[in-house]
């Protein structure tokens, strides 16, 4: 019934909409979710939400014109609003909103039918997840579960009308031990590929782990990155060095260097649209989604670009287009991130093994420059870990490390949308306390 | 139904400009228009909270039945919650002086114009500038009778330029955020000391990592007081075990020199009128002469931790209320600058901030410098880039020697558990003895 409903509202739009300026676009969002918190290891919160939004973006005579709003009594002000912004932007170049077009007939695996999101479902996974910490001295702390089914349309004058319903389960735990802390999470499309168990464990032993830390030296030393601080550090700087706009704009480390071989050999890149969390056939304006080839085998290949971009530099969309839900105005971001390459046993020799990073957002996202803070760093060695290092604080720059890599684990680990192993460099600085 | 203990509602209903220019081109300028509710009711043991979109006007049934709703959720909640009592009220707004609401969408697009064109100099491949405004009235109701009203405009800029010569690349950046109207006018000066800074940095040498002492710029060292100390001081965080302050209250944890506060009641970005319960506001004094003497505190974990004030719940629109800082400083000292760099002889200044993070139960904060100056024999000497600082935060607290008396604040955003919320930072040059500083030269 709703469905029907918002579907007449978005014809709606469309329909004034075209009347006002040369296309219009909609996208819509709508979604429902429950959530526990956990306070120390007790439930002190329980909620739920509903959610509802639209995107409206205009284009007239090359100018572009955005707005948004929750409240569905107010979409003719939200186009309105869209309308009088195109008036203000810069015009540019503009061959249009995409067009109808046969899509591949493929299940991309984003929706759970048996995902339900309510409190007893929500519960068991807290339950589980404080069985797989028990048993250990570390105290939980804080915790979280949590159960979301989400609906997007995106759809344009020219005919376009693509939805797609996702749903999604969450878990987080945190512990302490002391003053060694431990934090672990995991999230899936599906509740049933979501661990808590697993996810329970990993935060105490962490914490467990970590508790008689001893001081490091400061030096050069080996350094492994889990998959965890990996995707930290490709997160704050390697990804966005990739957007086509920020490439055009000559802000990026790959300026002038589409082609080159700058980066490892062993260092596959690339953006997989059909599998994982992220997946969709069409991107949040509606374009086509494709597979993209970042980096090949250390030569940087391809970059993203949305529509406004491509046709701002002369280039074809990659279908790179995402939203932050129907606020946000589209631009470039990623489906599902994966890194690849040859892989090997990387844990055999002595290293520095980083857990995770505090304060990759601080990395200089132009140079790649960064200094951070070790969390449950250890001394890894024979393909495990020896004893805890106290406190560490490794200094390196992301571009220098990607382009001489000692090696890639065997395993990767799903991190939402990206899904990276675990990488192991040489001769990186460590200062210890 | 099961008579709730208590229940609070929290409406935000807001209109929200951004104006975005990249390299001159005028990318985007836009309102958005929200309107969004959150209910906390408690049950027998716990929170039960309910988020409602649309909230508009609703009738005493509608309302009902969102409670019967959130009692439901709080069925599966286990634990004993207390709220203290406390003073409910609601301070005066600031006088706006110019109210940015009443200024043009077009007229402020080439305010922010100006300022991006201003950091177009010799050496800048790329500049870029973006406005935000956002305008809020926020109605907050209780079981108990209170009763608030407030709208509130923040608006500011920000504005960054990236200059290159040869392989090296490096940026600069200025923002202004505030409470008290438009502040677009007359910035050119900001875009072009963003630029200038981001020429200059391009001759500048990686820093040399190691242990030596430091002097701490305003806005870094305000950054040191947020992350390091206010979190750590978040009652919540104390209360569920993760604070390295915990259980410390009474002891001296600092030099005596060292006094921190938290006070919402300033009209700096982070100011608000009542806190996100009803409570009123109230200055609260952190850390005094060297002493942990409060904790930041909510309704609930003021009665169950103690040792300080309520009235530092926050929340963004549509999500639960935390425990959070708002106007975090270290207060000024008696030394000067001069003396302070004169006292260093031997170390690095350390200025403005790429932002910081902590883990507060571990103990251990990590911030890094947009830049900064060696200082040798007691004077300032070369530039030096991408330098950062970690350390213990109860150690640094110690080592912190000098507070000079020129204290600057900087606005800006916090993140915690998924929210950001506005607030300010700050504290005057401070000497930190055996810093341990992170670079790569």
């Known amino acids: ?188 499309s599906h509740i049933g590929r979501i661990d808590p168990e697993k996810t329970g464990h990993e935060a105490a032993s962490l914490a467990v782990f970590s508790k008689e830390g001893k001081e490091i030296e400061t030096g050069i030393y080996d350094v492994i990155l889990s998959p965890v601080a990996v995707c930290q550090l490709i997160g704050s700087v390697l990804l966005p060095a990739l957007s086509g706009k920020n490439v055009n704009a000559k802000r990026s480390f790959f300026d002038g260097k589409l082609g080159c071989g700058c980066m490892d050999t062993n260092l596959n890149l690339y953006d997989d649209p059909e599998n ?76 520095v093994y980083a857990h995770t990073v505090v304060g990759a957002h601080t990395a200089n996202g132009i140079t790649g420059d960064f200094s951070v803070e070790l969390s449950n760093a250890a001394w890894m060695e024979n393909g495990e870990k020896q004893s805890p290092i106290r406190s560490a604080m490794l200094s390196g720059n992301v571009f220098e490390m990607l382009k001489d890599i000692d090696g890639m684990s065997q395993e990767s680990r799903v991190l939402g949308t990206v899904i990276v192993p675990a990488l192991r460099f040489s001769g990186l600085s460590v200062v210890g306390n | 139904m099961e008579e709730p203990g208590y229940y609070d509602i929290r409406h935000v209903k807001g209109i929200s400009t951004s104006i975005e220019i990249d390299n001159g081109v005028l990318e985007s300028a836009t309102n958005s228009f929200s309107d969004t509710a959150i209910m906390r009711v408690l049950g027998r043991r716990g929170w039960g909270i309910v988020t409602i979109e649309n909230f508009g006007i609703k009738t005493k049934k509608e309302i009902n039945e969102y409670i019967a709703l959130a009692m439901r959720y709080a069925s599966v909640t286990e634990e004993e919650v207390t709220l203290a009592d406390c003073r409910s009220g609601i301070l ?91 502040n677009l006018r007359h910035k050119e000066n900001k875009g072009l000391s963003a630029a200038e800074r981001a020429v200059k940095l391009l001759d500048a040498k990686p820093a040399k990592g190691g242990i030596m002492d430091a002097v701490l710029d305003q806005e870094l060292a305000g950054v040191f007081a947020h992350e390091a100390v206010g979190h750590a001081s978040e009652g919540d965080l104390v209360k569920e075990g993760v604070s390295v302050l915990k259980g410390m209250n009474g002891q001296k944890i600092a030099n005596s020199i060292i006094n921190v506060v938290d006070d919402p009641t300033l009209h700096e970005f982070g100011f608000m009128p009542v806190d996100a319960e009803g409570v009123l506001p109230v200055r609260t004094e952190i850390i005094k002469n060297g002493v942990l003497n409060a904790f930041l505190h909510n309704r609930q974990t003021l009665a169950a931790v ?136």
């Open chain 1, 1 to 188: 019934m709703i469905i029907m409903d918002n579907v007449a509202l978005i014809d709606d739009i469309l329909r004034k909409g075209a009347a006002l300026a040369d296309e219009a676009e909609v996208f819509f969002s709508s979604g429902k979710g429950i959530s526990l918190e956990l306070k120390g290891k007790l439930i002190g919160e329980a909620g739920g939400s509903e959610s509802w939004g639209i995107g409206i973006r205009v284009i007239k005579d090359g100018k572009i014109g955005c707005s948004s709003t929750n409240d569905p009594d107010c979409w003719d002000k939200c186009l309105e609003s869209a309308v009088s912004s195109a008036k203000l932007s810069t015009p540019q170049n503009w061959e249009g909103l995409p067009q109808p077009c046969s899509l591949p007939d493929k299940n991309l695996d984003v929706f759970d039918k048996d995902l339900s999101c309510d409190l007893s479902s929500a519960t068991d996974l807290i339950e589980r997840m404080l069985a797989g910490a028990s048993g250990t001295d570390a105290d939980i702390v804080g915790g979280s579960a949590s159960l979301s089914q989400g609906k997007t349309i995106i759809a344009n004058t020219n005919g376009v009308f693509y939805s797609i319903e996702k749903t999604g389960a969450g878990i987080s735990m945190e512990t302490i031990s002391k003053t060694s802390t431990g934090y672990e999470f995991d999230s899936s």
């Open chain 1, 276 to 351: 994982g969390m992220g997946s969709a056939l069409r991107d949040s304006e509606g374009v086509p989604t494709r597979r993209i080839d970042f980096i090949k085998a250390g030569v940087v290949s391809e970059f993203s670009y949305d529509l406004k971009t491509a046709y701002r530099y002369n280039e074809k969309s990659t279908g790179s287009a995402v939203r932050a839900g129907a606020g946000g105005a589209p631009a470039i971001g990623t489906h599902n991130i994966y890194l690849d390459g040859k892989r090997e046993d990387i844990f055999d020799e002595k290293a």
């Open chain 2, 92 to 182: 005066p707004m600031p006088k706006i002086k110019e109210d940015p609401r009443g200024v043009s969408l077009e007229e402020k697009c080439e305010l922010l114009s100006g300022i991006e064109r201003a950091a177009k100099i010799e050496g800048i491949i790329n500049t870029r500038a973006n406005y935000t405004e956002g305008t809020g009235t926020v109605n907050f109701t209780d079981s108990s009778g209170n009763e608030y009203s407030y709208e509130i405009c923040r608006s500011g800029y920000s504005v960054s330029a990236v200059a290159k010569k040869g392989d090296v690349m490096q940026a600069g950046r200025e923002s202004e955020h505030n409470i008290l109207g438009l």
């Open chain 2, 306 to 441: 103690g040792n300080g004030d309520a009235g530092h719940a926050r929340g963004q629109a549509g999500d639960v209320p935390l425990v959070r800082m708002s106007n975090t400083f270290i207060e000024n000292g008696d030394s000067s600058y001069d003396e302070i760099i004169a006292e260093c002889r031997d170390g690095i200044l350390l200025k403005g901030s790429r932002g910081g993070q902590v883990d507060p139960g571990r103990g251990v904060f990590q911030f890094n410098a947009e830049y900064g100056y060696v200082i040798k024999d007691g004077e300032l000497s070369g530039m030096v880039r991408d330098v950062s600082l970690t350390g213990d935060i109860l150690k640094t607290l110690h080592n912190i020697a000098l507070c000079a008396d020129d204290r600057i604040m900087n606005p800006g955003y916090c993140g915690k558990s998924g929210q950001s919320v506005p607030v300010t930072d700050g504290s005057p040059h401070i000497l930190l003895r055996s810093a341990v500083i992170g670079g790569q030269g």
